[in-house]
């Protein structure tokens, strides 16, 4: 029985993660699930699963709950460190990491410390700290698992061969609500606008990035640690159809790629059943249809934030942490009416070219850069 911990299971990625627990009861328990301050539905789920314990990060909330909310099989605990005990603890055997953000940065660090088998979900894990990260599940014997469904594709295709025989990988893009707008249409996009994403169904800081394609920025950077390549070794392709979900290229001219219809929780269950399969909830391909499968390069400049990726990926040191912080304070104030979104990536790059770069920091350092980067946006409109 595999006992997990899910970090964010309010959030897109949480509650695919428990539709796949609930799955597969007969392997898997929930032994625990976390929220920020969506406890509402985090007792739901705890009445559903009755894991061991729920941990509430907001510890302010702890005056506003109400104990018999929760299921009586579980313990509820307060403030972020809580979130860092469960998921070291040595009764749980897997945590997938779903908070959004670089909040999920320390609950991942302390199961990867912890030996765990971890599911990265959140992608700024790997933006952030990816080196030190990598080495932390080097030392601890970790396993790192991908869920996002580019990265899982990569870790699915990488089956195919051998890491050394690697001549590069293939990111696939669906290029957003905004493929193919103009510079003029750009200027004009509105929240509402860039929050409907064509073929994913996703929150709203994931949706905008998928928007101004910084979320593939992230990948490019993510990629580069978590499979140790080098940024010239990534590239980025956009597929409307989100049906192939990345590509490994070997030396050879052999090109391995994984296709489904697009739904998270394929990725979701190859991370939780590894090195196995099992019969999933998704729609499988149908291949007594006629379909077409598109691919073209991406707009480098209707889409700056691209290039930040290759840079960031080229020059690593701090300038992970601090492109990951000005994005999400710029997704926030984009959303807020304050940034226009043509300015994000503009934004970003001012706020990187800023920053005193260090090439070895330190975990506190990063998040010592992450605040300033938070403030630092502020300055742009």
Not at 274 to 281: A, I, Q, V
Request: glycine share 6%.
């Amino acid at each position: 029985m595999k006992r997990i911990a899910v970090l964010g299971s309010t959030g897109s990625i949480g509650t695919n993660t428990l539709d796949v627990i609930a799955s597969h009861t007969q392997e898997m328990q929930l032994t625990a699930i976390t929220a920020h301050s969506s406890w509402e539905q985090l007792a739901k789920q705890s009445q559903q699963f009755h894991p061991r314990w729920t941990v509430i990060s907001d510890s302010e909330l702890s005056s506003v709950v109400t104990r018999d909310s929760f299921s009586n099989a579980t313990e509820v605990l307060f403030g972020a460190d809580e979130i860092e005990r469960v998921s070291s603890s040595d009764d749980v055997d897997i945590v997938i990491c779903g908070i959004v953000g670089a909040a999920g940065l320390r609950g991942a660090w302390a199961a990867v410390e912890a030996g765990k088998t971890v599911g990265i979900a959140n992608k700024e894990t790997l933006v952030v700290a990816g080196p030190l990260i990598m080495e932390l599940a080097r030392q601890n014997q970790a396993t790192l698992i991908p869920v996002d469904s580019e990265h899982n594709a990569i870790f699915q295709a990488l089956q195919a061969g051998n890491p050394k025989d690697v001549k590069r990988v293939v990111l696939t893009a669906s290029g957003g609500p905004f493929r193919g707008a103009t510079p003029a249409e750009l200027k004009e996009v509105t929240p509402e606008k860039a929050l409907a994403h064509p073929t994913w169904n996703m929150g709203p800081k994931i949706s905008v990035d998928s928007a101004t394609m910084m979320n593939k920025a992230l990948e490019i950077i993510e990629a580069k640690w978590l499979f140790n390549l080098s940024a010239d070794q990534i590239s980025v392709v956009v597929h409307p159809q989100s049906v192939v979900h990345s590509m490994v290229e070997f030396v050879d001219g052999s090109v391995i790629a994984q296709l489904s219809p697009p739904d998270m929780r394929l990725p979701i269950q190859y991370a939780l059943t590894y090195p196995d399969r099992r019969e999933g909830l998704n729609i499988p391909m149908d291949w007594s249809q006629s379909f077409e499968l598109t691919f073209e390069p991406p707009d480098m400049e209707a889409f700056p934030a691209l290039q930040l990726g290759y840079e960031v990926a080229e020059k690593g040191g701090t300038c992970g942490a601090v492109l990951n912080a000005a994005n999400e304070a710029a997704v926030e104030r984009f959303l807020a009416g304050e940034l226009r979104f043509c300015n994000i990536a503009i934004s970003c790059q001012k706020v990187l070219e800023s920053h005193q770069f260090d090439p070895n920091p330190t975990l506190e350092e990063l998040f010592l850069l992450d605040e300033w980067a938070r403030k630092e946006i502020k300055k742009w409109k």
